[in-house]
């Protein structure tokens, strides 16, 4: 596998995108100065490059193994993802008090972001326990977070999390898995889980002694739909040693992400799967966006890793494949106008990716310092993160293979893998139509429709490009009308808008960084081609973002 860490534009990126020192100018965040930011970027690059790069190719092509007796990681696994445990590069954005560094978020999923690039099926299992740490660290008890966050945090216990059905689907509110008490004088939290739960990533695994199961389950008598849920934690091995009652069915035979395991899990098929409940009854739904929120952040994070992945090996093969002629003389193909043109695009939307997520990133630990603007934007910027970047891995996937020719179609090059793996990004936590859906519907309404003036505000203030400027008039109208429009118009017309609006949020960011002194010549013809020629693109959109949903509705449904 072709893989180099990108340090230098993470480390742009947080330096003039996030800004880092304003954050780290904080005391909580202190810890993030600039030598211990720069040592953990080399850090994990080293370690990525050296210990998941080279079985990113076996995860693929051997995968995960499903037994009897559990799932079996591809040999080398297990030593890899022990020798992450033991650099400590799970503590990195982790509470100090839960055994972790302090660092910001944003360092956090930097680390991610070059672990996933490295190996993009293997990072999954420090993404989802990263989601498990977040929902305990908000709504644990004392005892939870004392028993279990340090076990997470150090990486010794992955985390899950369980909330698709085969019945449910995207509907969590039809879910069936019961939670029953368990009568003991007094009570003590405890139930009896039961249910099968599909879809469930690093579901079970050789990689580490134990699995910390979150469930989203009804207890008896819970109000129907979304109201009724409650938040339960199931480990695979309970505290004693003893087994908890949860198995791995089987695991899904998948387009990509082969060397994670995707589970059907079944809780309670003799009775003995206990679970504690996490925060109040009923109270799932919340405790579970906790989660969802922080998972969609690093799925957008996933977008970056695939396109950084894809870029590199693109641009490998295009300067040592010779192909055709330049001047009356034998070339590589990187000499040719539309590989240049492929090529281009592709570290454009890359960096344009990195930097939309990582300015997500940032606004999660300045909310974190208690600013309130900060997670105003945080929220309208989540769905972006998450379509956007994901989106942009696919289609950056995508050229990758077209720069590799017929070559690209076959495994050998492993060009095909980006693009494999790339497919579900857009579909899992919360598909790229639900984040659509969720821009249009709550977030331009935030605050009034405060958050999305500020936005615009922020955009329209910086912009100096022609297009970009346009483009930002055209998001601000588009917005304005769909806050008074129908629920179905609103509907039909959001992932048209919200790619508008992330090619104008990117087109800011990447403008930004062009601006800079520093900025090398890549960083400036990527900038100057994405405003040049992506952004333009964006205005296309303003049609369909204005339409009704009046001829989506035209034909009955038999027709399709």
Same mark, same amino acid.
């Given at each position: 596998?072709?893989?180099?860490?990108?340090?230098?534009?993470?480390?742009?990126?947080?330096?003039?995108?996030?800004?880092?020192?304003?954050?780290?100018?904080?005391?909580?965040?202190?810890?993030?100065?600039?030598?211990?930011?720069?040592?953990?970027?080399?850090?994990?690059?080293?370690?990525?490059?050296?210990?998941?790069?080279?079985?990113?190719?076996?995860?693929?092509?051997?995968?995960?193994?499903?037994?009897?007796?559990?799932?079996?990681?591809?040999?080398?696994?297990?030593?890899?993802?022990?020798?992450?445990?033991?650099?400590?590069?799970?503590?990195?954005?982790?509470?100090?008090?839960?055994?972790?560094?302090?660092?910001?978020?944003?360092?956090?999923?930097?680390?991610?972001?070059?672990?996933?690039?490295?190996?993009?099926?293997?990072?999954?299992?420090?993404?989802?326990?990263?989601?498990?740490?977040?929902?305990?660290?908000?709504?644990?008890?004392?005892?939870?977070?004392?028993?279990?966050?340090?076990?997470?945090?150090?990486?010794?216990?992955?985390?899950?999390?369980?909330?698709?059905?085969?019945?449910?689907?995207?509907?969590?509110?039809?879910?069936?898995?019961?939670?029953?008490?368990?009568?003991?004088?007094?009570?003590?939290?405890?139930?009896?889980?039961?249910?099968?739960?599909?879809?469930?990533?690093?579901?079970?695994? &050789?990689?580490? &002694?134990?699995?910390?199961?979150?469930?989203?389950?009804?207890?008896?008598?819970?109000?129907?739909?979304?109201?009724?849920?409650?938040?339960?934690?199931?480990?695979?091995?309970?505290?004693?040693?003893?087994?908890?009652?949860?198995?791995?069915?089987?695991?899904?035979?998948?387009?990509?992400?082969?060397?994670?395991?995707?589970?059907?899990?079944?809780?309670?098929?003799?009775?003995?799967?206990?679970?504690?409940?996490?925060?109040?009854?009923?109270?799932?739904?919340?405790?579970?966006?906790?989660?969802?929120?922080?998972?969609?952040?690093?799925?957008?994070?996933?977008?970056?890793?695939?396109?950084?992945?894809?870029?590199?090996?693109?641009?490998?093969?295009?300067?040592?494949?010779?192909?055709?002629?330049?001047?009356?003389?034998?070339?590589?193909?990187?000499?040719?106008?539309?590989?240049?043109?492929?090529?281009?695009?592709?570290?454009?939307?890359?960096?344009?990716?990195?930097?939309?997520?990582?300015?997500?990133?940032?606004?999660?630990?300045?909310?974190?310092?208690?600013?309130?603007?900060?997670?105003?934007?945080?929220?309208?910027?989540?769905?972006?993160?998450?379509?956007?970047?994901?989106?942009?891995?696919?289609?950056?996937?995508?050229?990758?293979?077209?720069?590799?020719?017929?070559?690209?179609?076959?495994?050998?090059?492993?060009?095909?893998?980006?693009?494999?793996?790339?497919?579900?990004?857009?579909?899992?936590?919360?598909?790229?139509?639900?984040?659509?859906?969720?821009?249009?519907?709550?977030?331009?309404?935030?605050?009034?429709?405060?958050?999305?003036?500020?936005?615009?505000?922020?955009?329209?203030?910086?912009?100096?490009?022609?297009?970009?400027?346009?483009?930002?008039?055209?998001?601000?109208?588009?917005?304005?009308?769909?806050?008074?429009?129908?629920?179905?118009?609103?509907?039909?017309?959001?992932?048209?808008?919200?790619?508008?609006?992330?090619?104008?949020?990117?087109?800011?960011?990447?403008?930004?960084?062009?601006?800079?002194?520093?900025?090398?010549?890549?960083?400036?013809?990527?900038?100057?081609?994405?405003?040049?020629?992506?952004?333009?693109?964006?205005?296309?959109?303003?049609?369909?973002?204005?339409?009704?949903?009046?001829?989506?509705?035209?034909?009955?449904?038999?027709?399709?």
């Amino acid at each position: 596998m072709t893989f180099a860490p990108a340090i230098a534009d993470q480390r742009f990126v947080l330096d003039h995108v996030v800004k880092l020192d304003e954050i780290a100018a904080h005391e909580r965040f202190a810890a993030a100065s600039a030598d211990t930011v720069e040592a953990v970027l080399e850090g994990i690059g080293a370690f990525a490059e050296g210990e998941w790069a080279p079985l990113a190719t076996a995860g693929d092509r051997i995968g995960a193994r499903w037994t009897s007796d559990g799932v079996v990681m591809p040999a080398g696994y297990r030593a890899a993802y022990q020798a992450y445990v033991e650099g400590g590069w799970g503590t990195i954005g982790v509470d100090e008090r839960w055994g972790g560094q302090g660092l910001p978020f944003v360092i956090q999923a930097a680390v991610l972001e070059t672990l996933g690039t490295a190996n993009m099926g293997f990072a999954l299992a420090p993404i989802l326990t990263v989601g498990a740490i977040e929902a305990l660290a908000h709504h644990g008890t004392p005892e939870q977070q004392a028993t279990y966050l340090p076990q997470l945090a150090s990486g010794a216990w992955t985390g899950t999390m369980n909330l698709t059905e085969p019945q449910a689907g995207s509907d969590v509110g039809a879910l069936r898995t019961t939670a029953t008490p368990i009568e003991k004088e007094g009570g003590d939290g405890t139930y009896l889980i039961s249910g099968t739960k599909i879809f469930i990533s690093f579901g079970d695994h &050789d990689l580490t &002694d134990n699995i910390v199961h979150l469930v989203l389950a009804r207890t008896p008598d819970a109000p129907a739909g979304t109201r009724g849920i409650s938040l339960f934690l199931v480990p695979k091995v309970r505290l004693d040693g003893t087994p908890n009652d949860v198995r791995a069915v089987s695991i899904e035979h998948k387009l990509g992400l082969h060397a994670s395991p995707t589970c059907v899990l079944s809780f309670g098929d003799h009775g003995d799967c206990v679970g504690e409940l996490i925060g109040p009854e009923y109270g799932g739904m919340r405790a579970m966006f906790t989660m969802m929120n922080n998972a969609r952040l690093n799925v957008g994070v996933q977008g970056v890793q695939v396109a950084e992945g894809a870029t590199q090996k693109a641009a490998a093969y295009a300067r040592d494949r010779v192909q055709g002629a330049r001047d009356g003389a034998p070339a590589a193909i990187v000499e040719h106008a539309d590989v240049r043109r492929m090529l281009l695009r592709m570290k454009a939307q890359t960096m344009a990716a990195r930097a939309l997520v990582y300015y997500a990133c940032g606004q999660v630990d300045r909310a974190t310092l208690g600013d309130a603007k900060a997670r105003e934007r945080l929220e309208i910027m989540t769905p972006l993160a998450k379509a956007h970047a994901t989106d942009l891995g696919n289609e950056v996937a995508s050229l990758g293979v077209q720069v590799h020719g017929g070559m690209g179609y076959v495994e050998e090059t492993g060009a095909a893998q980006f693009f494999r793996d790339a497919r579900i990004t857009p579909i899992y936590e919360g598909t790229n139509g639900i984040q659509a859906a969720d821009l249009v519907g709550r977030k331009l309404s935030l605050a009034n429709g405060g958050a999305f003036a500020d936005l615009i505000a922020d955009l329209r203030r910086e912009a100096r490009h022609p297009a970009l400027a346009r483009l930002v008039d055209a998001c601000e109208a588009v917005g304005r009308r769909l806050q008074g429009a129908s629920a179905d118009d609103r509907q039909a017309a959001s992932y048209p808008f919200l790619t508008m609006l992330s090619v104008a949020s990117c087109g800011w960011l990447m403008e930004r960084q062009a601006a800079v002194p520093a900025a090398d010549a890549v960083k400036r013809a990527a900038c100057a081609f994405y405003l040049d020629q992506i952004v333009p693109e964006a205005l296309g959109l303003e049609a369909a973002a204005s339409a009704s949903a009046e001829v989506l509705y035209a034909l009955p449904a038999g027709a399709f």
